[in-house]
C-alpha cells in the first residue's frame, strides 16, 4: 500500500506551472518574473503543509536551469529538467532545514555556494521548513542574503511565516499559498478517478477531497489508501464505512429521536446497535455534533462554507427537512454536546462500554432538557397572551376591569370555604353589589347559581356585550351569599 501511495502522489506531481492547482497567486507572479526577466535571488513560499510549495519550487528550479524553455515553462525534456525531475542535479540543492537547523550547516552552505553551477546557469538552494533553523544559523544565513553570488536563487519555503526574522524576510520575496478548496480537491481528485479508471461517486469524492484538508498531497494520500480499501471503488457508502462515518441519515434519524418524545426510545437502540458494532462513540458524538453545527450554518444561509462537513447533495435536503426548527433548540442541543465532548475527553472513560453509559445518561439529560420550554418559544407565548389581554381590553365596558379583579380573587377562597366570605359579600359597597340583593337566588337555587363560576371567567374575555358581561358578574356574585359549604361540589 504504501508503495501504492508514492506511485499516485509521484505520478501526477505537477512538472508545468499551468499543471499546479489552485495556487494561480503565486504561480502567476513567478511566471511574470520570468516574462518581465525580472528573476530575484531569494523567494519565500508560505502557506500550510502540502499545497504544492516545493513542488513549484522545483518547476522554478527547472525554468531557471532549463536549455529549452517553452515561454514561462521548462521543457521536462532537456538533461537539466529530466535531473531535476528525478532529484539528482547538482545545481539544484534540497535542503530539510528541520534536520539541517544549525548554524554549522549554514557556514557549509555558505561555502557550497560560492561555486558556479555544474550543468546549468543557476545553482539553486531550497530550504524546506526554513523556519526550524537556530537563530545563529539564521544569521549566517542572512549575510548571504545581503550579497548573494549572482549564480545563487534562494527558495526558502515555510508554513510557519511569523517564527521568519524580519532582517530575513526583508531580503525575500514572498508568495503566498492557500489551502484547496474542498470543490477544487473534489473536481481534481475526479479528474484523476477517470485517467485512472477507478469507480466513483459524487459523495465518495467528497469524503477523499475534504479528508485531505486543503492539502493536494493529503488528498493524494487518502485516495490512494481509499483505491486499496475500497478495491477501486470510491463510492461514498464504502468511503464513510472506512472513515467510520455514519452518514447523514444517521444523524437526521438521531435528532429526530431527540426531538420527539415519542421517540425517545430509539436514541437508546441506537447506542446499544453502535456499540455492538464497535463504533467510536465519542468520535460519533463529534461528528453529530458537526452536524449540528453544519444544520445551523445552513439554516443561516451560510451553507457554501468550506468548513460544512456535508455533500452537497444533502445540503437541500437538510435545508426543507429542518425548515420549521428552531434555531435556538439546535443551538441548546450542539451546546450540550460540545459540553458531552469535551467532558468525555476530559475523563479519559476507560472502555467503550463506560462511554456508552455515560452517553445513554447525558442522553437521558437532553430528552428532559428538551421538555422545558425554550426561550423563544415562551416569547412567542407571552406574545400570544399580550394580543389577547389586549383584545380583551379592547372588549371589555367601562368599569368591568374593576369588576373582574374584585371578582378574581374571591374564586380560589370560595373553591376553599372559609367563614370570611359570606360577611364580606354581605357588606356591599358599591352601586352593583346593592343590585345584587334584587338578584339574590332562593335557598334552592343555589347550586344552579354557583355553577357557572368557570363560565363567567371565560365569558368576559371573548363576550363584546356589556350587558351580557354584567349579567355574568351579577350571578357571580350572587352564588357567593350561600353557604360556602355547598361550593364543596365545584
Ligand atoms: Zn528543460
Not at 513567478?30 to 525580472?38: C, D, E, P, V, Y
Amino acid at each position: 500500500m504504501n508503495e501504492n501511495h508514492q506511485v499516485l502522489f509521484r505520478k501526477y506531481r505537477p512538472q508545468f506551472f499551468k499543471d499546479v492547482i489552485y495556487q494561480d497567486l503565486a504561480v502567476g507572479s513567478l511566471q511574470n518574473a520570468f516574462k518581465t526577466k525580472k528573476i530575484g535571488h531569494a523567494y519565500i513560499f508560505i502557506g500550510p503543509r502540502g499545497v504544492g510549495k516545493t513542488t513549484i519550487a522545483r518547476i522554478l528550479a527547472k525554468r531557471l536551469n532549463c536549455e529549452n524553455p517553452d515561454g514561462v515553462e521548462p521543457c521536462n525534456k532537456c538533461l537539466s529538467c529530466t535531473e531535476i525531475t528525478k532529484g539528482n542535479s547538482n545545481d539544484v540543492m534540497e535542503i530539510d532545514a528541520a534536520s539541517n537547523s544549525g548554524v554549522d550547516n549554514i557556514r557549509d552552505l555558505r561555502e557550497n555556494v560560492k561555486f558556479n553551477a555544474m550543468g546549468g546557469k543557476y545553482r539553486v538552494y531550497i530550504l524546506d521548513e526554513v523556519h526550524m533553523l537556530s537563530s545563529a544559523a539564521f544569521n549566517a544565513l542572512l549575510k548571504t542574503l545581503e550579497e548573494p553570488p549572482p549564480h545563487v536563487v534562494f527558495i526558502l519555503a515555510t508554513t510557519e511565516y511569523h517564527k521568519i526574522p524580519e532582517t530575513i524576510l526583508s531580503r525575500c520575496q514572498d508568495f503566498h499559498f492557500r489551502k484547496v478548496p474542498v470543490a477544487v480537491l473534489q473536481q481534481y481528485v475526479e479528474t484523476l478517478c477517470v485517467k485512472e479508471n477507478f469507480k466513483f461517486d459524487s459523495e465518495g469524492l467528497f469524503w477523499i477531497a475534504k479528508k485531505g484538508d486543503g492539502s493536494v498531497r493529503d488528498t493524494l494520500s487518502f485516495m490512494e489508501q481509499a483505491v486499496v480499501f475500497t478495491d477501486g471503488n470510491l463510492t461514498g457508502v464504502k468511503l464513510r464505512k472506512m472513515i467510520g462515518y455514519h452518514g447523514i441519515d444517521t444523524f437526521i434519524e438521531l435528532l429526530e429521536d431527540i426531538l420527539d418524545p415519542a421517540r425517545s426510545a430509539k436514541i437508546f437502540e441506537k447506542l446499544e446497535t453502535f456499540f455492538q458494532e464497535g463504533m467510536d462513540l465519542i468520535k460519533f458524538t463529534w461528528d453529530f455534533l458537526e452536524f449540528l453545527n453544519s444544520l445551523l450554518l445552513i439554516k443561516d444561509n451560510l451553507a457554501d462554507r468550506e468548513s460544512l462537513n456535508i455533500p452537497v447533495e444533502d445540503l437541500q435536503k437538510l435545508k426543507l427537512q429542518f425548515r420549521e426548527l428552531d434555531r435556538e433548540v439546535l443551538i441548546l442541543l450542539a451546546e450540550n454536546l460540545f459540553l458531552i465532548h469535551e467532558k468525555m475527553n476530559q475523563m479519559k472513560l476507560r472502555s467503550s462500554y463506560e462511554v456508552k453509559v455515560y452517553l445513554e445518561i447525558q442522553f437521558r439529560k437532553l430528552i428532559l432538557e428538551r421538555e422545558k420550554p425554550s426561550v423563544s418559544g415562551l416569547l412567542a407565548k407571552l406574545a400570544d397572551l399580550t394580543k389577547q389581554i389586549q383584545s380583551d381590553i379592547g372588549n371589555l365596558p367601562e368599569g368591568g376591569e374593576k369588576e373582574t379583579e374584585t371578582r378574581k380573587p374571591l374564586i380560589p377562597e370560595a373553591k376553599r370555604p372559609s367563614p370570611q366570605i359570606p360577611t364580606n359579600i354581605n357588606k356591599p359597597t358599591s352601586a352593583s353589589a346593592a343590585l345584587d340583593e334584587k338578584l339574590l337566588p332562593s335557598p334552592q337555587e343555589t347550586p344552579k347559581a354557583a355553577s357557572p363560576t368557570p363560565e363567567a371567567e371565560t365569558k368576559p374575555k371573548t363576550s363584546a356585550d356589556p350587558n351580557e358581561m354584567e349579567k355574568l358578574l351579577k350571578e357571580k356574585f350572587a352564588g357567593m351569599e350561600v353557604d360556602p359549604g355547598q361550593f364543596k361540589n365545584l
